[in-house]
């Protein structure tokens, strides 16, 4: 199965989410991260690990022609042994790589997608913020499943509406995840007509861990199990798990409508219906307004 995590806009966690997904992938299949991301890979860094193996060494052995295992003999592990492909730090790098690995811009077929075909085999591709011009876009075309992260305030919501529909014909299996305080999802359910499967918690020590930063939990085999994210992500991967062992003709989803106008999300106290600008963004109350309404209501 291969799953790409992305944004449209911003940098909402992908990576973390990414190694959180593999970390808590049901047994007994195989989850691997491979870092997809233009603006160049993380991993690297935070966990101190070697520039090679990694992208750049499977992009140039690709080139060369390979097999179902290729993949796997271009890995590192993290704390705990979960399995990751490391792209460099470099974006001009990192956008090489990936042009090397998807040859292909109508399908994105290539040795990720051989490795996720893989009976028992999870490949879960952090993409980071996916455009119409992005080397990552041919890897998330054909992918089983896209996770699409976005912050839940209307600034970042409003960049949804018109792609989603795009979002819905790269996969037949897109799920949209809340991060972050805004909106709850059921408003951006009722607004946007795509029901979000939940929110990312704010866990930093969570995080931490699965970002090599130092903090009271451990990796081990416990650590992301016993934080508030890793079990988010343990109850979404089993989310993906299913949709994967169930018949295409019930995870189609509907296509979403097409959206002509911004949605109109009513939520924020203090701000009339209308006052809303052409681009979705509502402007905050003013206190020191609200105040003067407040005494001229007491003189009256």
Known sequence: MLISVLSL????????????????????????????????????????????????????????????????????????????????????????????????????LGVLRAAANQPGTVVIVDCGRVDPGSPALPIVRASDAIVLLSRAHADDLAHLPRRLHTVGRWSPNPVLLLVGEGYSTAEVARELGVPPLGRVPDDPNGAAVLCGRPNKLRWGRSGPAHSALGRFAHRVATELATRERTPASRTQPRPPQPVTQVPLLRSIPGVPPGAVSPNGVRAAPNPASDHRDQQGGQAS
């Open 9 to 108: 806009k911003g940098s909402p966690g992908a990576t973390t989410l990414a190694v959180a997904l593999a970390a808590r992938w049901p047994a007994p299949a195989r989850a691997l991260v491979a870092e997809a991301d233009p603006s160049g890979g993380d991993l690297g860094l935070r966990f101190s690990l070697s520039s090679t193996p990694g992208l750049v060494s499977l992009a140039a052995a690709a080139r060369r022609g390979g097999d179902d295992d290729l993949v796997w003999r271009h890995i590192q592990q993290l704390p705990g042994g979960l399995p990751v492909i490391c792209a460099p730090s470099d974006a001009d790098q990192a956008r090489a790589a990936l042009l090397a690995l998807a040859p292909d811009p109508t399908t994105g």
